[in-house]
Structure formats: structure tokens, C-alpha cells
């Protein structure tokens, strides 16, 4: 492994270990096995609430530009969501205090004016 590589890979453990604990914290230590575990890009999401959970869906814009290609859904209880939800602030924050403001809308550039309709 790189050693960029295992700087990341112990700082996204320093992260798993500090919000994952949640209620389990008074259980002691937590070990985390990864083994086989895929990480998928996602560019598209969508979130949904039902009376006890959110579902997560993650996918990806297909060739044609009108379909998503869905990949994975996770559904969590709402207090795994809410945790979820306060720990990617504090990455967020974190991220942005280092780094500045993360735009969340695409640049668009505007369309050119020297264009002929036939």
C-alpha cells in the first residue's frame, strides 16, 4: 500500500471508529471487518422516509442521459440516519474549513451566442 494510500485508509478509519460507534459506545471496543467489501462511485442519489427508516438509493446516469442506472440501496433506521446526517456535516465542515466552500450546483456554461437555427 502507499503510503498516501494508508494515510487515507487510517484516516477514513479514525472517522469510521469516531461515528460509528453511536449507541454501541458503552459496548466497548468495535472491530470492523472488510473483507470482500466493494466501494461503488455514486453520481446520483435519492433519499426516501418511510414511518421508521430512510432508504438511501445510489446509482449512476446511464448511457442514455434520461436513465439512471440504480446500484444500491441501503435502508437505516432513523437514528442511524440522523447520526449519518451529523457526521457527514462534521466531514463537510471539516472539508470546508481546510479547503473553502464546496459548490453543491454544476457549473454551466452558458450556451454560445454565435449558434444559426437552420
Do not use: C
Not at 430512510?54 to 442511524?80: C, E, H, M, W
Not at 471539516?94 to 451566442?113: A, D, F, V
Amino acid at each position: 500500500m502507499k503510503t498516501n494510500d494508508k494515510a487515507k485508509k487510517e484516516n477514513q478509519d479514525w472517522e469510521s471508529r469516531e461515528y460509528a460507534q453511536g449507541d454501541q459506545s458503552r459496548q466497548g471496543q468495535i472491530s470492523f471487518i472488510e473483507d470482500g467489501v466493494q466501494i461503488l462511485y455514486a453520481g446520483v442519489f435519492n433519499i426516501g422516509a418511510g414511518q421508521d427508516e430512510i432508504v438511501l438509493t445510489f446509482g449512476n446516469q446511464a448511457i442514455d442521459p434520461s436513465v439512471i442506472r440504480i446500484d444500491t440501496k441501503i435502508a437505516v433506521t432513523l437514528r442511524t440516519a440522523k447520526r449519518m446526517a451529523i457526521a457527514m456535516s462534521d466531514i463537510i465542515r471539516r472539508h470546508e474549513t481546510k479547503n473553502g466552500e464546496i459548490e453543491i450546483l454544476p457549473n454551466r456554461t452558458p450556451p454560445p451566442t454565435d449558434v444559426t437555427v437552420q
